[in-house]
């Protein structure tokens, strides 16, 4: 009997030297999420921009052209809110973004709303064996709690290779990583994997919730993806 020994060798693109994250300077791409936001945190001009909705519904996933509604909203006594943002079934609605070059369709997704924890993590596409690694990377006494940085790796491996970019270090002060990945699937028309991922917030790597959008199509030819624009939450 022959037993057939395949080998994987791993192939490591775009390490950043730990730097904690390389963010997007001037990207055309814009991300937004329904909801409320405060004054000062909306730009009236994204109504002169083309929007498109991600949504997911009944496990299915499709890209539909909207039209933002910008709503005045009173402040409450502890938040200053000023705007609501809505679309058509806000229900479903996952994301909406601008500046990149698609139309209506429906898609495949391949998670959404999923945590990431101290293991790799999974999400199948196409030929490749796709998942996220995590790995600790430092640890920090500061007072009496513990800061770590996760080093968070994008991986697709097929039978006799594996390709590895790490994408950025996550900070927490908790014993696990908590990472939320919010939706994975093909949004550009490329065959390969795009995500919306929770990452540190700017401009000082804070662990506050923030989103990246990263497409496949415009990596650089020693990336996996890259991150083209993110978003800041600022509510409660």
């Not at 097929?158 to 900070?171: A, D, G, V, Y």
């Given at each position: 009997?022959?037993?057939?020994?395949?080998?994987?060798?791993?192939?490591?693109?775009?390490?950043?030297?730990?730097?904690?994250?390389?963010?997007?300077?001037?990207?055309?791409?814009?991300?937004?999420?329904?909801?409320?936001?405060?004054?000062?945190?909306?730009?009236?001009?994204?109504?002169?921009?083309?929007?498109?909705?991600?949504?997911?519904?009944?496990?299915?996933?499709?890209?539909?052209?909207?039209?933002?509604?910008?709503?005045?909203?009173?402040?409450?006594?502890?938040?200053?809110?000023?705007?609501?943002?809505?679309?058509?079934?806000?229900?479903?609605?996952?994301?909406?973004?601008?500046?990149?070059?698609?139309?209506?369709?429906?898609?495949?997704?391949?998670?959404?709303?999923?945590?990431?924890?101290?293991?790799?993590?999974?999400?199948?596409?196409?030929?490749?064996?796709?998942?996220?690694?995590?790995?600790?990377?430092?640890?920090?006494?500061?007072?009496?709690?513990?800061?770590?940085?996760?080093?968070?790796?994008?991986?697709?491996?097929?039978?006799?290779?594996?390709?590895?970019?790490?994408?950025?270090?996550?900070?927490?002060?908790?014993?696990?990583?908590?990472?939320?990945?919010?939706?994975?699937g093909d949004l550009d028309n490329d065959g390969k994997t795009?995500?919306?991922?929770?990452?540190?917030?700017?401009?000082?790597?804070?662990?506050?919730?923030?989103?990246?959008?990263?497409?496949?199509?415009?990596?650089?030819?020693?990336?996996?993806?890259?991150?083209?624009?993110?978003?800041?939450?600022?509510?409660?």
């Amino acid at each position: 009997m022959f037993r057939l020994l395949i080998l994987i060798f791993p192939l490591f693109l775009n390490a950043q030297n730990n730097k904690l994250i390389n963010y997007p300077i001037d990207s055309n791409v814009n991300i937004l999420f329904v909801g409320d936001y405060k004054v000062g945190e909306l730009n009236t001009k994204i109504l002169e921009r083309q929007w498109w909705g991600l949504y997911v519904k009944d496990n299915n996933s499709y890209i539909r052209k909207v039209s933002l509604k910008i709503d005045d909203i009173l402040p409450d006594i502890q938040y200053d809110w000023q705007y609501k943002i809505s679309v058509d079934d806000n229900k479903y609605c996952v994301v909406l973004f601008s500046g990149i070059e698609i139309f209506e369709k429906d898609i495949k997704h391949y998670t959404n709303n999923d945590i990431i924890r101290n293991k790799d993590f999974t999400f199948e596409f196409g030929p490749y064996h796709t998942f996220l690694s995590s790995k600790l990377e430092t640890s920090k006494l500061i007072g009496e709690d513990n800061l770590n940085n996760y080093s968070i790796s994008l991986n697709y491996q097929t039978n006799n290779k594996l390709t590895k970019q790490e994408l950025f270090l996550f900070p927490t002060y908790d014993s696990q990583l908590l990472l939320s990945l919010i939706w994975a699937g093909d949004l550009d028309n490329d065959g390969k994997t795009d995500f919306l991922l929770q990452i540190p917030t700017p401009p000082n790597n804070e662990i506050d919730y923030s989103t990246g959008l990263y497409l496949s199509s415009v990596a650089n030819t020693d990336e996996l993806v890259k991150l083209v624009t993110y978003f800041i939450s600022r509510g409660c």
